[in-house]
């Protein structure tokens, strides 16, 4: 089984040190599409590796990923109460005809959520996060849909993904309660975050760090396009013979060994692939280990 990780921020939240991400469960953008069935499959497996914790966004699949999700939960009685079930809002695509903007008002906030209980067939979500900074969002307006969301019982929690530390505190100041997750892109394939300050901004203000693509949306496990990824890939692979594990379970356990304790999303919809990635929670690296990764994926030496 999964270990848990410490709770996120100062919630009372436990998840698992690996979470499971839904973006993919309807199918990848301009990929295949994935038959519900198979997206509840992918569901169904990660819960039985012992994933607790599920991220959304109302977007995702145009909603058909909750409502996949949703199916799911449907067919597994008694398992929703063991989950902790994130979504996120704020981001208008481009569809239809559609302008694409952000939106964090509050109707937009308070409608979304709505919205994606319905489709996940839950009563409440434990975390909402919103998707992207909106830079038309109004901190109060946002932290007032926050507080109706809390005491109507639909949110418990709330986060912040893609967002830069002057924008978590600003949003932070006008808020009652803490923000307790930033969820960010980071992986030996995206590393901006790690000298940004963003992590180190979540270590000050005790908040948690989702990765979202831990894999860099699969190409850390795919065939290296160039000579850098060649050295990285080899790196990893190196490391991989040694623990015994795949490539992209060391991907992951790097970023599990991070002080932020942040939770790795692991996207694949492929079972094998899900159990694969989990392997990661059994992984310690050295330090030895992890530098020589951080440099493969810098390909530069260290100042
Ligand atoms: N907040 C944000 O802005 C944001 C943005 C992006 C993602 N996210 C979150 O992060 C989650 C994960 O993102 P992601 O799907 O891009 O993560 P990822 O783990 O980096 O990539 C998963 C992709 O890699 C492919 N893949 C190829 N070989 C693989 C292997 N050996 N093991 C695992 N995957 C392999 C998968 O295809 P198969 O399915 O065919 O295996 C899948 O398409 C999302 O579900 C979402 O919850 C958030």
């Known amino acids: 089984m999964l270990t848990l990780n410490p709770p996120l921020g100062t919630s009372d939240l436990i998840p698992t040190r690996i979470a499971y991400g839904c973006w993919r469960l309807a199918g990848s953008?301009?990929?295949?599409?994935?038959?519900?069935?198979?997206?509840?499959?992918?569901?169904?497996?990660?819960?039985?590796?012992?994933?607790?914790?599920?991220?959304?966004?109302?977007?995702?699949?145009?909603?058909?990923?909750?409502?996949?999700?949703?199916?799911?939960?449907?067919?597994?009685?008694?398992?929703?109460?063991?989950?902790?079930?994130?979504?996120?809002?704020?981001i208008c695509p481009p569809w239809d005809g559609r302008q694409h903007s952000y939106n964090s008002s509050h109707a937009y906030i308070t409608t979304s959520v709505e919205d994606s209980l319905r489709r996940l067939g839950v009563e409440q979500v434990e975390l909402l996060m919103l998707h992207r900074p909106d830079y038309l969002g109004d901190p109060a307006e946002i932290a007032g849909a926050f507080d109706q969301l809390r005491e109507q019982g639909k949110v418990r929690w709330f986060g912040v993904?893609?967002?830069?530390?002057?924008?978590?505190?600003?949003?932070?100041?006008?808020?009652?309660?803490?923000?307790?997750?930033?969820?960010?892109?980071?992986?030996?394939?995206?590393?901006?975050?790690?000298?940004?300050?963003?992590?180190?901004?979540?270590?000050?203000?005790?908040?948690?760090?989702?990765?979202?693509?831990?894999?860099?949306?699969?190409?850390?496990?795919?065939?290296?396009?160039?000579?850098?990824?060649?050295?990285?890939?080899?790196?990893?692979?190196?490391?991989?013979?040694r623990h015994g594990v795949t490539r992209a379970a060391i991907a992951i356990a790097w970023l599990l060994q991070h002080p932020t304790r942040m939770v790795p999303i692991v996207g694949t919809v492929n079972p094998a692939r899900i159990k694969e990635a989990l392997a990661a929670d059994s992984v310690a690296l050295s330090r030895d280990e992890w530098?020589?990764?951080?440099i493969a994926a810098r390909g530069a030496k260290l100042p």
């Open 161 to 241: 993904s893609n967002f830069k530390p002057s924008q978590v505190q600003a949003l932070q100041s006008a808020m009652d309660v803490p923000l307790i997750v930033n969820q960010v892109e980071i992986s030996l394939g995206a590393l901006a975050c790690l000298d940004d300050g963003t992590l180190d901004h979540c270590l000050s203000a005790r908040m948690t760090p989702l990765a979202w693509s831990p894999l860099a949306k699969g190409r850390l496990a795919g065939t290296p396009e160039n000579e850098h990824e060649a050295q990285l890939f080899a790196a990893l692979d190196a490391t991989a013979v």
């Open 29 to 90: 953008e301009g990929g295949p599409r994935v038959e519900a069935e198979d997206g509840k499959r992918a569901v169904r497996a990660a819960i039985e590796a012992g994933v607790n914790f599920f991220d959304h966004a109302d977007i995702y699949g145009r909603g058909q990923c909750e409502r996949i999700f949703g199916e799911a939960l449907k067919d597994m009685p008694g398992v929703r109460a063991k989950l902790i079930l994130a979504t996120k809002c704020g």
């Open 291 to 294: 530098y020589a990764l951080l």
